[in-house]
Each structure stands twice: as C-alpha cells, then as structure tokens.
C-alpha cells in the first residue's frame, strides 16, 4: 500500500486565518495530500512558570504564542474539501467536555461523508489546565477514558446511555451519528498510556522519534498488543514536525525532520521503511513564514518525496 501523506493547516499569528485556511486545505488536497490535521494549545505563559512539557526551563515555542481553535479550524477546511481526511493531531480531551466532543466530531464525520479522525492526547501544560479543563491535571488520564467510554455510546446506536465521573446522559436519541465509527488515535507514550492504546485505540500517532527510536518502540507496542490479546490492526501514522532549513544540518546526530528538502525527505524514506507505517503528517507550519510560503513548502516537498518513490 502507497504511504499515505498528511500535512497540517495553519493556525498560528503568521497566519491569515480566514484565508489561509481555506486556500491551504483546498490546495493541500489538490496537490494530493491524503490529510488535513490540527493541534491544540490554548494559551501561551508570560513569565513562563512552567517549561514546555512540563519541563523546568524549557522553553516553549514562539509559534505557541496565538493557536487558532482547532475544531473551528478544522470544520472550516471541511467546508472546502471533498476527499481529504481531517484529523486532531492532537486535541487535548481534559479540555472538552465529553459529551459536547463526541457530538462534534460525530457531526463532523457526517457532514464530510466521514473523514473525521479524532486523534486524542491527554496535556501537560499546569497553565492550560488551569485556564480550561474538566478536571485536574493528576486526573487526566482519566477523563480520557472516560472521553473514549462516551465516543463510544455516543456514536453507538439508539437509545444512549452511559454514567461517568464527568458525564450522565439518560436513554436518548443522539444524533447525528459518524459516518462510521470516527477512528480514535492516541498519542501514547509510556506504560498506562500504551496499555490504553493497544485496549482502546484504533492507531498510534508518535511524534519526535527517529527511524530507529521509531522501529523500536513500534515493536513493543506490538508486542503489548499480542501480550493483551489485541486482533485487529493498529494504525501506525507519524507526526512530523519539521524545521525546514537553506542549508544542510551537519552532524550525525541531526533531529529527525529537521533540514532541507532532500534531508526531510531521507527521514521520510527512513520512517516509510518501517513495516507498519501507513501515514506521516508533515507539519510545516512552524517554519512557514505565511499562507503564501506554507504553500510554496508544502508543494515543494510533496514533489520531492514523490519523486524519491514514496
């Protein structure tokens, strides 16, 4: 099967948000990206107490400075596309609440003839908790059980019912219903979060791993799912957030992503050779300077990595 490509809409302040999104997705498509994704941060610390991930003294991007909705965003490339799948990447659920975010994202699979795809993480920023959550941040691996319990009724058939910590709904009829069922990805990174994975999940969407670290991990993650008795596939789709740079990164020790054109598309052979791998997302808005150079980018490397037989 041909790796499928995705590639991210722009949301940050170097945007143009009402024009950007729109022209991106809709020529994102033409070009043939199979994907159209958005992330989630809500706010951006000043003075910054606590460091990126959570991490003492990292600091976070300025591209985190001013981050459109990304459900707002990602029904507005909806609208303006017909094939593209459309997908968190990922949406925070301790800052949904869980019925509202089912309802969404089943609405939205409706309207777009099912190309909804709800990828899920669970934060780790004290700021944005604190600023908008359902629950403490000691809890939230929690509510996103609980987000996938009610996904799951929700999207079901009639009458819904379900009782949780965050969420009672009595019989009802619930509607609209998804397409089918909206495919679930998680971003899981250690052992609860695995363990949920391999149970609950339709796919894995890593982020920041090399070919090799990716190889690796990939393996126990099947190794997990044998263990726990898991028979059907497990979706494998890579986030690539790339730093695309004029001149070649030197050093054997280069991140993966970051580069010129020829090196991000290396990294993207290095990643399609891993049996298993179906899809990576090629996130460059962090390196466009705006709509016009997003675009520019994305064609260019959509090109290049075709043309290496991908």
Excluded: C
């Excluded at 359902?134 to 819904?160: I, N, T, Y």
């Amino acid at each position: 099967m041909p790796l499928k490509l995705g590639t991210a809409l722009p949301q940050m302040k170097q945007f143009d948000l009402g024009r950007d999104v729109v022209r991106v997705a809709q020529i994102a498509e033409q070009t043939g990206y199979e994907s159209l994704w958005v992330f989630e941060r809500t706010l951006f610390p000043t003075p910054m107490t606590h460091g990126l991930y959570n991490v003492p003294g990292l600091a976070w991007p300025d591209s985190y400075r001013s981050v459109a909705d990304p459900l707002v965003t990602l029904a507005m490339a909806g609208a303006v596309t017909e094939r593209a799948r459309l997908g968190t990447s990922v949406l925070v659920a301790p800052y949904h609440v869980p019925f509202q975010l089912a309802r969404w994202f089943a609405t939205l699979d409706a309207a777009t003839g099912g190309r909804a795809v709800a990828g899920l993480g669970v934060g780790w920023s004290p700021d944005e908790f604190a600023a908008g959550s359902v629950a403490p941040l000691e809890k939230r691996g929690a509510v996103l059980d609980e987000v996938l319990d009610v996904f799951a009724a929700v999207h079901g058939a009639d009458p819904v019912s379900y009782e949780g910590t965050l969420t009672a709904i009595p019989p009802s009829e619930v509607g609209p219903k998804p397409v089918n069922s909206v495919p679930v990805y998680l971003a899981a990174t250690n052992g609860p979060a695995l363990r949920r994975l391999v149970d609950r999940a339709d796919g894995w969407m890593p982020v920041g791993l090399t070919a090799d670290q990716l190889a690796e991990e990939w393996k126990q993650v099947k190794s997990l799912a044998a263990q726990r008795g898991r028979t059907r596939p497990l979706d494998l789709v890579v986030r690539a957030n790339i730093t695309l740079t004029e001149q070649p990164v030197e050093g054997t020790d280069r991140p993966p992503f970051r580069g010129t054109i020829d090196q991000l598309v290396d990294d993207v052979l290095a990643h399609a050779r891993i049996d298993g791998v179906q899809e990576i997302l090629l996130d460059l808005t962090s390196t466009a300077r705006d709509g016009d150079h997003l675009v520019e980018k994305l064609q260019e490397l959509y090109a290049a990595v075709r043309s290496a037989g991908v």
